[in-house]
């Protein structure tokens, strides 16, 4: 018996329910829009999920289901009612533009009904497929567990996110091995499989009022982990509260909802990984009805270098004169903000200001100089203050927090993040979260929410030497595909592994000054930092006149050259004008730069590129111009760990 068509978005969806007798306990289908993805449910003795790419296995069935107290196991003999098939082209226009201005939202979609109050919903897209649970049950539900993941061959080879513990900073290096030896290892989200003819992502979205996701190795794949509800907790300061007391479950939640979307991004080349837009397009959407107010931009940054500065006529420190000097380096150069971070308070009160900074003063100052100031703030201490400190930001006239250090991602922490960004967005107050577990959907759906750290970023180099080129050219493809990524580049002492030295207070970062550029262009984050010092900007004018140029909203993102751990090219419009990042790791490479993405006409071309020597010396740069059109192929040459970027206008 066939049902009526239902108009939805852009292309008809046609909902079928099947007859009752032909629900036979059989694997059901469902392909991506361009039919290369196949996704297989099978409803036998267990629900179970598998893919295919162009018809040659690609995830192997693997178990999914969800264990409820009193209820039992979603998923475990499961009986079919009824299932809907439904197809969506649709276009979205995201508040904050982080790849494009435009996102299209082109999927097939399946919904299937199972007795005793569950349905499982499944997405394909040519770039992925996606599915969650959704329950219908009256009053609260204990989740005890979740069965999620994926099977792969042993020998596919996973880019290992190492986690000790799930209390984490969620900071990841990536290193490759076989599936096979990931076994009782405690593995982070997102996380990269790479086999089979092709790339897969597995992470989240749309997570609310739910713990996040990690993954552990076993010996058919990677199984789903969860932290459990906290009980108890331990604060030892202002900003490590480890658990103490878990409960043997996971989540307490409503029993009727939608539970977060597990997702595989999957690209038989590794540049698909970065146009994919499912953890946006899948995250739940804006519930803000005003947002003219929320004003992405670049941010001067105060705590990588310590607040130490050269070349002023005043010894510099956590004081008012500092920061002066932060909101007129801002100002004179077309910065939106600058970050107040730790030392602007007495720890433990944010309602104390250290009595070296007249805020007032310094708020007064930035709002004539057209610049917003951002306060840093550790995560505990918000959620004990939280009403009285974000009131008392508004009326200083500040323009976001920075939140850090909450290292947890169970329920309530999950709960906290979307707690901090409806209280901060009521203020008007953009958020970064600092300290964070990776994006999962939240700045969708608080688009106030403008940027996470969860990766290992630049700050490393002040005690570690393991933040090499390597990593910088693997991060784009794992953790940025989550979303946008506080990774705070802009280094401008430069060194190649021989030369390099941490230093707490007088950082410099691995590989070359243009390697630091061209993460302008490449790493996505609309609030994106400078993270050095105005002094040491100002004694590098070229790298400054650069980087101050560089959008953080994108209107389209192509990518050129791509390979994972090795290399990246992309170019990026805004408008009329496009921009050209590229990296490598620690081999130099030669890539040709093909124009033909252009328009019709002629176009100027100004380089930033490593120079001759800059094999032997990170720092040398060499800048170059010429007029182009579509047709013209230019070579771009990067030396070892080196960079090369251009900023493309349109001749008038």
Do not use: C
């Not at 050269?310 to 000097?325: A, E, K, W």
């Not at 004694?539 to 990246?568: C, K, M, T």
């Amino acid at each position: 018996m066939k049902h009526a068509f239902l108009a939805r978005h852009l292309a008809g969806a046609l909902i079928l329910i099947a007859p009752l007798a032909a629900l036979a306990a059989r694997p059901l289908e469902l392909s991506s829009p361009d039919k290369q993805l196949r996704v297989t449910i099978d409803t036998g003795e267990r629900l179970a999920f598998a893919v295919s790419l162009r018809g040659a296995p690609l995830v192997l069935p693997t178990p999914i289901g969800m264990t409820l107290s009193g209820i039992g196991t979603l998923g475990e003999k499961p009986r079919l009612l009824g299932q809907r098939r439904h197809s969506v082209d649709a276009t979205l226009r995201p508040v904050v533009a982080q790849k494009s201005r435009l996102v299209r939202d082109h999927y097939n979609g399946l919904q299937l009904d199972f007795a005793g109050g569950y349905a499982l919903e499944v997405r394909a897209y040519d770039e992925g497929v996606a599915y969650r649970f959704r329950t219908s049950f009256p009053g609260k539900v204990t989740v005890e567990d979740e069965q999620a993941g994926f099977n792969v061959l042993p020998q596919h080879t996973l880019y290992w996110p190492q986690e000790k513990s799930m209390q984490s900073h969620n900071e990841h290096y990536y290193q490759p091995m076989p599936v096979a030896e990931a076994a009782g290892k405690l593995v982070g989200v997102p996380a990269l499989v790479q086999g089979g003819g092709a790339h897969l992502v597995f992470t989240e979205s749309g997570l609310r009022d739910y713990p996040g996701l990690y993954l552990r190795g076993d010996a058919a794949g990677l199984r789903a982990a969860f932290p459990q509800v906290a009980l108890a907790e331990t604060a030892r300061d202002d900003r490590n509260v480890p658990v103490t007391q878990e409960a043997p479950y996971i989540a307490r939640t409503d029993g009727k909802r939608d539970f977060p979307w597990r997702i595989l991004g999957i690209a038989t080349d590794a540049g698909g990984l970065l146009l994919n837009q499912m953890p946006y397009l899948l995250a739940d959407p804006q519930v803000m009805k005003e947002t003219g107010w929320i004003k992405p931009g670049k941010v001067a940054w105060d705590w990588y270098n310590g607040n130490k500065l050269y070349g002023v006529p005043f010894q510099s420190g956590l004081d008012t004169r500092t920061y002066r000097h932060y909101i007129d380096f801002a100002a004179d150069n077309g910065l939106e903000y600058i970050i107040m971070d730790e030392g602007w308070y007495k720890l433990g009160d944010l309602l104390a200001v250290k009595p070296e900074i007249d805020m007032q003063q310094l708020m007064d100052h930035a709002k004539q100089r057209g610049v917003g100031i951002i306060l840093w703030v550790s995560w505990k201490t918000l959620d004990t203050q939280l009403t009285a400190a974000l009131d008392q930001f508004a009326r200083w006239g500040a323009a976001g927090i920075k939140v850090d250090f909450m290292q947890r991602s169970d329920q309530w922490m999950v709960n906290y993040y979307e707690r901090v960004a409806r209280e901060a967005a009521a203020r008007r107050l953009l958020v970064d979260f600092h300290g964070s577990f990776k994006p999962s959907g939240l700045q969708r759906t608080w688009p106030n929410v403008l940027t996470f750290e969860g990766v290992k970023g630049l700050e490393n180099n002040k005690w570690s030497d393991k933040q090499t080129p390597e990593h910088d050219v693997t991060l784009p493809f794992i953790r940025m595909f989550a979303g946008p990524i506080d990774y705070t580049p802009g280094a401008m002492s430069n060194a190649h592994r021989k030369d390099f030295v941490a230093s707490f207070d007088r950082p410099m970062s691995q590989g070359t000054r243009v390697h630091q550029l061209a993460m302008y262009v490449i790493y996505e984050s609309p609030l994106q930092m400078l993270a050095d010092s105005p002094s040491q900007y100002r004694a590098n004018p070229s790298s400054l006149e650069f980087i101050r140029q560089i959008p953080v909203e994108w209107d389209e993102s192509r990518v050129l050259h791509a390979q994972l751990g090795r290399y990246v090219a992309m170019a990026r419009r805004r408008g009329d004008t496009w921009y050209v990042g590229a990296m490598t790791g620690t081999d130099g490479r030669d890539l040709e730069l093909d124009l033909s993405f252009l328009g019709e006409g002629s176009y100027q071309f100004e380089s930033m590129e490593d120079g001759p020597n800059a094999a032997v010396f990170a720092i040398d740069v060499q800048k170059g111009s010429a007029s182009v059109t579509r047709a013209t192929r230019l070579p771009m040459r990067l030396a070892p760990g080196g960079g090369w970027a251009a900023i493309i206008r349109k001749s008038k």
